[in-house]
């Protein structure tokens, strides 16, 4: 099972572009890598996926190099409302029993 | 298009008490899984529902069970409540198995549940 590591918290201001970087040394060859934003008191929310290079959507890009041994969720120009939980997942693609595991996640603090 | 909704939003109980939990998932999807979020901690993976059988399971008690409808509801109950217990409890849904869409679930606001 693929582990992923992330820093705990992350700060930055208005209007920055903020990386976060996912760790994930032992993902295996058909592990996709999936990115979920938590508001505090809420439900996780689906942001990004990606298997291999860049995806970007109209939310955020994912980086991955081509080893695959990490990837990195960046943000555009955060604004105050993008302070949240950003969790990193590595999961399979298809059946098994596999455990998802979201593990604490990074805590974006978004400052004025 | 409706989302996730889970009741109640929030459940006082007593240890050693049961506490039941309620999901609905989004129209059309068949699959529906559980988390638990204790305060300070990430998602920790309860139970996964797919066609009305238990798919797969965490690493937590037997006294956490639970089962999905015909119309693929689902509920969480949790026997002889324990003061760890006490945790957001969120309910997803996905098409189909986790891993048909990429393991993109869509999660509930959650429910509270308190024991004292």
């Known amino acids: 099972l693929a582990k992923t590591t992330q820093p705990i918290s992350m700060d930055s201001y208005e209007g920055q572009e903020v990386n976060i970087t996912c760790s994930h040394n032992?993902?295996?060859?058909?592990?996709?890598i999936t990115w979920y934003q938590q508001f505090p008191s809420q439900g996780p929310r689906f942001i990004i996926q990606?298997?291999?290079t860049k995806v970007t959507n109209e939310v955020a890009s994912l980086f991955i190099p081509a080893d695959r041994k990490s990837s990195t969720l960046s943000l555009p120009r955060v604004s105050l409302s993008d302070t949240a939980v950003y969790y990193c997942?590595?999961?399979?693609?298809?059946?098994?029993?596999?455990?998802?595991?979201f593990g604490r996640g990074t805590s974006l603090i978004v400052h004025p | 298009e409706a989302g996730v909704t889970q009741s109640p939003t929030h459940l006082i109980k007593t240890r050693g008490q049961q506490a039941t939990l309620r999901c609905s998932p989004i129209?059309?999807?068949?699959?529906v899984y559980w988390y638990q979020q204790a305060l300070g901690l990430g998602l920790q993976f309860l139970l996964w529902?797919?066609?009305?059988?238990?798919?797969n399971r965490g690493n937590f008690p037997p006294r956490f069970s639970g089962r999905q409808f015909p119309n693929y509801s689902s509920e969480l109950n949790v026997n002889a409540l324990e003061l760890e217990d006490s945790a957001l409890y969120l309910c997803?849904?996905?098409?189909?198995?986790?891993?048909?869409?990429?393991?993109?679930?869509?999660f509930g606001p959650g429910t509270r549940l308190t024991v004292t």
């Open positions: 529902y797919d066609e009305g059988e238990e798919r």
């Open positions: 990606g298997y291999k």
């Open positions: 032992n993902i295996a060859t058909n592990d996709y």
């Open positions: 997803a849904s996905s098409l189909g198995g986790p891993w048909k869409r990429g393991y993109e679930q869509y």
């Open positions: 997942l590595v999961a399979p693609p298809s059946g098994g029993s596999y455990i998802p595991t």
């Open positions: 129209s059309g999807h068949t699959s």
